[in-house]
């Protein structure tokens, strides 16, 4: 029945594990950020400016994926997407209130972050990993926010993007490591990019590492008292994974479901955490249901042996939702005084 069960020991080595050749730079942070590391930032200043060039991450060793595989999964074309996902592209785990259809479920999800970050009317969003830009827009359109800031590494997303335009609605093709704004946020969302944010096979210490990293760029992005809501899928327990899903997502890895309160840990105060995993099998199996009503047409536009694929893949990780194996979480952060 497990298809997850499979995995065996075709543990798939990320093709950058070692991208850029860069060793692990753990030295001691400059005075500026050892400043902002240890809260000491202007809390009453919404500019970055202070640290200028120095509000760049440390430089420590690049994990996950890079841009051509996240290239590689994510610009399919938007007409094949749209057909699996429905119009607003959203491609993450629905929130669903009983017999929600997955347009509800949807929208209820991008709500539910919108308060956990207490984002509404705040003044200034970030969603690191923006995918179509359904959060950005729901932000501008009904939460009144004057200036969002969406990042992906997909270029056909950021398009798709820029051709609804809104507004104060930006979007960058940009890695959040190299992302420097001169003015804080109010608040950060990130929904289902955290499991692109290491690849397969990195020694533990380095991938509790790169996490840390994430919330230390949370950390210099968000003013005082600033929320982060975070939706990541996490095994349940150590597991080998699918190589199915190794292929079909390549350099990139899932935390383990302890991983994210960890590497918060010193920065942030952990304020919810749910794990809704029947809410992504749900979620998966109106996807594989929305792919079938299309077959034909599906075909017609990535060929037979990639709609073959990506049905597997529904299935496979639906399976994964409903054994417990991986769980579905959604926490949020409140930036430590
Ligand atoms: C599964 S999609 C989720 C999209 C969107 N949040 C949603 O719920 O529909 C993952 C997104 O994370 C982005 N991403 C992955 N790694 C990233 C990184 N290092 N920096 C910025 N974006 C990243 C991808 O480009 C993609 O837009």
Same mark, same amino acid.
């Given at each position: 029945?497990?298809?997850?069960?499979? %995995?065996?020991?075709?543990?798939?080595?990320?093709?950058?594990?070692?991208?850029?050749?860069?060793?692990?730079?753990?030295?001691?942070?400059?005075?500026?950020?050892?400043?902002?590391?240890?809260?000491?930032?202007?809390?009453?200043?919404?500019?970055?400016?202070?640290? #200028?060039?120095?509000?760049?991450?440390?430089?420590?060793?690049?994990?996950? %994926?890079?841009?051509?595989?996240?290239?590689? /999964?994510? @610009?399919?074309?938007?007409?094949?997407?749209?057909?699996?996902?429905?119009?607003?592209?959203?491609?993450?785990?629905?929130?669903?209130?009983?017999?929600?259809?997955?347009?509800? %479920?949807?929208?209820?999800?991008?709500?539910?972050?919108?308060?956990?970050?207490?984002?509404?009317?705040?003044?200034?969003?970030?969603?690191?990993?923006?995918?179509?830009?359904?959060?950005?827009?729901?932000?501008? @359109? /009904?939460?009144?926010?004057?200036?969002?800031?969406?990042?992906?590494?997909?270029?056909?997303?950021?398009?798709?993007?820029?051709?609804?335009?809104?507004?104060?609605?930006?979007?960058?093709?940009?890695?959040?490591?190299? /992302?420097?704004?001169?003015?804080?946020?109010?608040?950060?969302?990130?929904?289902?990019?955290?499991?692109?944010?290491?690849?397969?096979?990195? @020694?533990?210490?380095?991938?509790?590492?790169?996490?840390?990293?994430?919330?230390?760029?949370?950390?210099?992005?968000?003013?005082?008292?600033?929320?982060?809501?975070?939706?990541?899928?996490?095994?349940?327990?150590?597991?080998?994974?699918?190589?199915?899903?190794?292929?079909?997502?390549?350099?990139?890895?899932?935390?383990?479901?302890?991983?994210?309160? #960890? %590497?918060?840990?010193?920065?942030?105060?952990?304020?919810?955490?749910?794990?809704?995993?029947?809410?992504?099998?749900?979620?998966?199996?109106?996807?594989?249901?929305?792919?079938?009503?299309?077959?034909?047409?599906?075909?017609?536009?990535?060929?037979?042996?990639?709609?073959?694929?990506?049905?597997?893949?529904?299935?496979?990780?639906?399976?994964? =939702?409903?054994?417990?194996?991986?769980?579905?979480?959604?926490?949020? =952060?409140?930036?430590?005084?």
């Amino acid at each position: 029945m497990s298809e997850l069960r499979e %995995a065996g020991s075709n543990c798939y080595k990320g093709k950058n594990g070692n991208r850029n050749g860069a060793k692990l730079v753990r030295n001691k942070p400059s005075k500026t950020v050892s400043r902002l590391l240890s809260g000491q930032q202007c809390a009453m200043n919404d500019e970055i400016t202070d640290v #200028a060039g120095d509000s760049k991450a440390p430089d420590l060793e690049r994990t996950g %994926a890079s841009p051509e595989a996240i290239i590689s /999964h994510y @610009d399919k074309g938007e007409d094949f997407f749209k057909l699996v996902l429905g119009p607003e592209l959203i491609y993450s785990c629905a929130l669903f209130e009983s017999d929600d259809d997955l347009a509800e %479920a949807q929208r209820r999800k991008l709500d539910y972050h919108i308060e956990a970050a207490n984002a509404a009317n705040a003044k200034r969003v970030l969603d690191v990993g923006c995918g179509w830009g359904a959060m950005l827009r729901r932000l501008v @359109d /009904h939460a009144e926010v004057p200036h969002v800031v969406g990042l992906t590494l997909s270029p056909s997303q950021a398009n798709w993007i820029r051709r609804q335009p809104r507004p104060g609605l930006e979007v960058v093709e940009q890695d959040w490591r190299d /992302h420097q704004p001169t003015q804080r946020y109010d608040a950060i969302i990130s929904v289902g990019a955290f499991e692109h944010f290491v690849q397969k096979g990195l @020694d533990p210490v380095k991938k509790l590492d790169a996490y840390r990293e994430f919330f230390d760029f949370c950390d210099r992005m968000l003013v005082a008292e600033g929320k982060i809501s975070l939706q990541t899928i996490a095994f349940s327990e150590p597991h080998e994974g699918h190589p199915l899903l190794e292929k079909t997502f390549p350099d990139s890895d899932l935390p383990l479901i302890w991983e994210p309160i #960890a %590497a918060a840990e010193g920065k942030f105060v952990l304020t919810t955490l749910r794990n809704d995993r029947d809410h992504y099998y749900r979620t998966l199996r109106a996807w594989e249901q929305n792919l079938m009503a299309h077959y034909a047409e599906a075909i017609e536009l990535v060929g037979e042996s990639t709609v073959a694929d990506f049905r597997r893949y529904l299935r496979i990780s639906a399976t994964g =939702f409903r054994m417990g194996i991986v769980s579905l979480l959604r926490m949020s =952060f409140q930036k430590r005084m």
